[in-house]
């Protein structure tokens, strides 16, 4: 198998150079891939422009470089069977830029581009598949009906982009993990219980009257109650000062009697 030593050492540099330049900004609808150890096979995969016959099928090909390169052009494979009069029954593609109008100054980007163009408007004048040249030129149609079919069949499929903003109902879709979901039907609920906190304010109560769980006002009887014992203290302590008194006196008269 070819190597890059089969190449000079400044055509290395240069494709070394084009296909970074290619994998950084890889041109519209087309994929390079690289291998470092052989630049004599480039592969590439091409995506179907939208509206023509070949869209959503993606089409791998290949540029096969000679010892000469880039004296001598590249030739050019589609490796997935596609029906097109430009490109042959194996594979091979027909175009002119790799052909008579070659120029050593063109890059691999430009080829790349040429190829993929002819996807959008091929050449049916000089076509290497002669059924689909006829066809293109009689009924395009048919034509395209064909292309269709065979890129249904032999492309590859772009693998679809996922909906930004679609909601799931599913957890498990949007890979939620379900141990950390609280399950409503099993929270356990306070019970009736009514409280033992110290007694609410009476503006509170008022708005809350209808809540079972809210302690009841105290009564009035409870708060009056120690005004109560408050006046019988009073009392008790009146009589007690009448009866000193009175004592008092009786001690003063006997007094004066001595």
Same mark, same amino acid.
């Given at each position: 198998?070819?190597?890059?030593?089969?190449?000079?050492?400044?055509?290395?540099?240069?494709? *070394?150079?084009?296909?970074?330049?290619?994998?950084?900004?890889?041109?519209?609808?087309?994929?390079?891939?690289?291998?470092?150890?052989?630049?004599?096979?480039?592969?590439?995969?091409?995506?179907?422009?939208? =509206?023509?016959?070949?869209?959503?099928?993606?089409?791998?090909?290949?540029?096969?470089?000679?010892?000469?390169?880039?004296?001598?052009?590249?030739?050019?494979?589609?490796?997935?069977?596609?029906?097109?009069?430009?490109?042959?029954?194996?594979?091979?593609?027909?175009?002119?830029?790799?052909?008579?109008?070659?120029?050593?100054?063109? =890059?691999?980007?430009?080829?790349?581009?040429? /190829?993929?163009?002819?996807? /959008?408007?091929?050449?049916?004048? *000089?076509?290497?598949?002669?059924?689909?040249?006829?066809?293109?030129?009689?009924?395009?149609?048919?034509?395209?009906?064909?292309?269709?079919?065979?890129?249904?069949?032999?492309?590859?499929?772009?693998?679809?982009?996922?909906?930004?903003?679609?909601?799931?109902?599913?957890?498990?879709?949007?890979?939620?993990?379900?141990?950390?979901?609280?399950?409503?039907?099993?929270?356990?609920?306070?019970?009736?219980?009514?409280?033992?906190?110290?007694?609410?304010?009476?503006?509170?109560? =008022?708005?809350?009257?209808?809540?079972?769980?809210?302690?009841?006002?105290?009564?009035?009887?409870?708060?009056?109650?120690?005004?109560?014992?408050?006046?019988?203290?009073?009392?008790?302590?009146?009589?007690?000062?009448?009866?000193?008194?009175?004592?008092?006196?009786?001690?003063?008269?006997?007094?004066?009697?001595?």
């Amino acid at each position: 198998m070819a190597t890059n030593k089969n190449f000079l050492p400044n055509v290395i540099k240069q494709l *070394s150079k084009e296909l970074k330049n290619l994998n950084d900004s890889p041109p519209e609808g087309i994929t390079v891939v690289v291998n470092d150890d052989d630049f004599s096979s480039i592969f590439a995969d091409i995506k179907g422009p939208a =509206g023509t016959p070949y869209e959503n099928g993606i089409f791998r090909m290949k540029l096969l470089l000679s010892n000469d390169f880039p004296q001598s052009p590249p030739k050019g494979y589609f490796i997935t069977k596609i029906f097109h009069p430009n490109i042959a029954t194996n594979g091979e593609i027909c175009v002119n830029t790799l052909k008579k109008d070659w120029n050593p100054s063109l =890059g691999l980007r430009h080829v790349f581009t040429v /190829i993929r163009c002819l996807l /959008i408007e091929p050449f049916p004048e *000089s076509a290497l598949n002669e059924q689909a040249g006829k066809m293109l030129l009689e009924d395009y149609d048919e034509y395209a009906r064909h292309a269709r079919l065979y890129t249904g069949i032999h492309a590859l499929k772009a693998k679809p982009k996922p909906k930004t903003g679609a909601i799931c109902e599913s957890t498990s879709a949007l890979n939620v993990d379900q141990t950390n979901t609280v399950n409503v039907d099993k929270v356990p609920f306070p019970s009736s219980t009514p409280l033992t906190h110290a007694p609410i304010p009476s503006k509170i109560l =008022g708005m809350a009257s209808q809540d079972q769980n809210v302690i009841p006002a105290p009564s009035a009887k409870v708060v009056e109650a120690p005004v109560a014992a408050q006046k019988k203290e009073a009392v008790a302590a009146a009589t007690m000062a009448k009866a000193d008194k009175k004592k008092i006196d009786a001690r003063k008269k006997s007094l004066k009697r001595l």
